[in-house]
């Protein structure tokens, strides 16, 4: 069935330095890849997307990149700060279809 | 505020009850969705209902009716409450049923069963 992996689960880094997330996706019909940041006590909530017609995107800080050919995209953080510690979700959308499939999560803290 | 609303926040129910949580999202969305999150953080759709008329069903328990009296509300009832439903429950819309529409995600009902 559709499956999206993600890694690593828990990723520490100090202020300052990048963080990277990946994740690998099956259904190679999917055409969409949002990542979704969930704080302590809230909802997930969208960062960043990347349509399957593009390579990378970037927005400030965020970069997502997307290697259809691997089935792999990555989430990129520079300059990371302490209010990027949250769990990162990874997520795929399929051609004409609403479902996310969700990868399992990165827990990323980040170390003043 | 416009934003999806959850309600309650919190849920402390015992084993073989009946409960509901109630969703409204006020951001002039045609789809609602309902996620359960496990304690692993594991985030995996349940249902979707696009115009009060239900097009995702995952393998959910029977247990599990939800209910979309309008395009702005989609409330999940529970029968028979058991151990392994406690989790966290997140209400999410979009406007539209492509996947790149953007979901926004309620802030969760953590259903905790005794």
């Known amino acids: 069935g559709e499956n999206v992996e993600q890694h690593p689960s828990t990723l520490s880094v100090q202020e300052g330095d990048s963080a990277v997330i990946k994740c690998t996706y099956s259904d190679s019909a999917s055409n969409y890849f949002p990542w979704y940041k969930q704080e302590l006590g809230k909802g997930p909530q969208l960062i960043i997307d990347i349509r399957s017609n593009v390579g990378e995107k970037k927005d400030q800080r965020i970069a997502v990149t997307l290697n259809k050919t691997a089935k792999h995209f990555s989430l990129h953080i520079t300059e990371t700060q302490p209010e990027d510690s949250a769990v990162y979700f990874c997520a795929a959308g399929g051609s004409g279809t609403y479902k996310y499939i969700f990868g399992t999560g990165t827990r990323l803290k980040v170390l003043a | 505020d416009t934003a999806v609303s959850q309600t309650p926040k919190y849920l402390v129910t015992q084993m073989g009850n009946d409960k509901s949580i109630k969703c409204e999202q006020n951001l002039g969305h045609d789809t609602m969705y309902w996620y359960k999150q496990d304690s692993k953080k594991f985030l995996k759709i349940m249902f979707s209902?696009?115009?009060?008329?239900?097009?995702i069903n995952e393998t959910v328990p029977n247990r599990f009716s939800p209910k979309s009296p309008d395009k702005a509300h989609l409330n999940l009832h529970i029968n028979s409450l058991e151990l392994g439903d406690s989790a966290v429950y997140f209400c999410a819309s979009s406007l539209g049923t492509v996947s790149y529409n953007e979901q926004f995600f309620g802030p969760g009902t953590r259903l905790t069963v005794l």
């Open positions: 209902y696009n115009n009060k008329e239900l097009i």
